[in-house]
């Protein structure tokens, strides 16, 4: 039972087969119903009073995933998906179940359980700040992690693999040249890795024929020559046919693999994450999972696993905007690694909003998809769009390709829940700011106090702002230059939907 008439933060979802990709939806506690639509975890609770609670889950192992149900009294209660026992073709990514237990997991009784967690905050910052997931998750099997390398990746999907231009003298699609014209991008601005999402094998059912269009070994050999690492995408159902293809990418020279479609985090399903990661690990692979269900520890205990899905993002395209991802840092990226997609050059505000692969579009300013690259953490983060573009686009571009993609340090600067988040993060001694708002106003302003920096020094901050016209023409916006030191304070603006992001060095 509740104390009183909470205001509820959740992904209301259809049933237990999900992506964890539904709006964000507010409900006042009291309606909450027994017979209306369960919730996915991260939920947040905000008590209207000086605190909010945030409930999610750590150290999950062969054991489902918690999802919520309301009580219909203005309580909340767990409710588990059960363990299937029979299943049924579905394609070529995923199973049906057939047939579920009347129990929900069977596992030895000498063992712990997973933590079910509330980070409770008396302000919003607290939300960012957290680390609760980490504080709870069971400690690393890996002896030596170090050949594990977070980092950025050029990702092909979005864009439909189309780069264009006088210097593309070549058809591009699914093919080497097109391939190495990314491996060429990544290679320019220091991105680790290019992401070879579906079409890069001959068929989604066999994993080691590749697309003879491609010629994948001499990309690879040509890859390495360029210091960029390759991401080859999977159905996890083919995955799960061929646990064997982690010694046959090593072999080839793959670094990292997403795999996607899950969709589920029963029993079955939870217990085949751990067996991935732990199977990819024995061949130093990286595991980048999507179709998935949120951060539940397991990226602690493998820390190959790099990040997850898990989320409404870009790749929604024009049902990804700022109204709603404006929850995620205090909700979704509050709970773990979230592979969101950014980097979009084509931006629009949502009432012109229209918009199709392969000239793909994000909701929002220019500004706004900078800062995603500080505000949201992953261990793998995407520049989703053409690097036609981003070689159009140069100050944006080598700003995204000099944000670090693991900290040192996090302050939050600014925190309101569903209206606006800046951040600042340190790697080493330099800082980086970013921030985010919805599209209530017009303009909103916030002061930036800047008493995180090392005193007696003075830093010089290179910044992106909305432009004068961004609330129409969401591509507008300055750069510009200043001197600030310790004890400092600003104020920025951003418009509706828009961003601010700085680097200061």
Not at 6 to 19: E, I, P, R, S
Not at 35 to 57: C, F, G, H, V, W
Not at 328 to 340: E, I
Not at 386 to 397: E, K, S
């Amino acid at each position: 039972m509740l104390y009183d008439n909470y205001l509820l933060h959740v992904q209301q979802n259809n049933g237990f087969k999900t992506a964890y990709e539904e709006l964000y939806q507010q409900v006042e506690s009291p309606d909450w119903k027994q017979t209306d639509k369960m919730a996915n975890l991260p939920a947040l609770i905000d008590t209207r009073k000086q605190y909010k609670i945030l409930i999610s889950e750590s150290d999950l192992s062969d054991y489902p995933g918690m999802f919520l149900k309301g009580s219909g009294n203005n309580g909340i209660q767990g409710a588990f998906p059960k363990v299937p026992l029979e299943f049924g073709p579905d394609g070529d990514r995923s199973q049906k179940i057939l047939k579920l237990a009347d129990y929900i997991a069977k596992t030895t009784g000498n063992r712990s359980f997973p933590w079910r967690y509330f980070v409770i905050t008396k302000n919003d910052k607290q939300l960012i700040e957290n680390t609760m997931t980490l504080r709870l998750a069971a400690k690393s099997m890996l002896a030596d992690p170090s050949w594990i390398k977070p980092g950025q990746a050029s990702w092909e999907w979005w864009n439909e693999a189309t780069p264009y231009g006088p210097d593309v003298n070549f058809v591009s699609g699914c093919n080497l040249d097109t391939y190495k014209y990314y491996v060429d991008f990544a290679s320019k601005f220091g991105v680790k890795y290019i992401v070879m999402d579906e079409g890069w094998a001959k068929s989604t059912t066999d994993p080691y024929t590749p697309n003879p269009d491609i010629n994948l070994k001499e990309l690879i050999r040509y890859a390495n020559t360029k210091h960029v690492g390759i991401i080859l995408w999977l159905t996890w159902l083919t995955v799960d046919k061929n646990m064997d293809l982690f010694k046959t990418f090593h072999q080839w020279g793959i670094k990292g693999v997403k795999i996607d479609f899950m969709e589920r985090s029963d029993q079955w399903m939870v217990n085949y994450y751990e067996d991935v990661v732990k199977q990819a690990a024995k061949y130093h692979i990286f595991v980048d999972f999507h179709g998935a269900f949120k951060p539940s520890g397991l990226e602690y205990k493998y820390p190959n696993l790099l990040s997850y899905e898990g989320v409404l993002g870009m790749e929604q395209m024009g049902h990804c905007y700022p109204d709603n991802s404006i929850y995620l840092p205090f909700m979704r990226n509050a709970v773990g690694p979230m592979d969101f997609t950014p980097g979009a050059m084509i931006n629009m505000q949502p009432d012109v909003y229209s918009a199709e692969r392969p000239n793909a579009a994000a909701v929002g300013t220019r500004v706004n998809q900078l800062a995603m690259y500080v505000v949201f953490e992953s261990g793998l983060q995407m520049l989703a769009d053409n690097p036609t573009l981003y070689y159009r686009n140069l100050d944006c571009t080598k700003f995204i390709t000099s944000v670090p993609t693991t900290w040192d340090e996090t302050r939050a600067l600014v925190a309101k829940v569903g209206e606006v988040v800046v951040v600042a993060k340190r790697k080493g001694a330099k800082w980086f700011v970013g921030g985010i708002t919805n599209g209530k106003e017009k303009i909103r302003k916030e002061e930036l106090h800047f008493d995180f920096l090392e005193k007696g020094r003075t830093y010089t901050m290179t910044y992106f702002e909305d432009g004068i016209n961004a609330d129409r023409q969401a591509m507008d916006y300055r750069k510009k230059t200043m001197q600030v030191r310790a004890g400092d304070t600003i104020t920025i603006q951003m418009a509706r939907n828009g961003g601010w992001a700085a680097v200061l060095e």
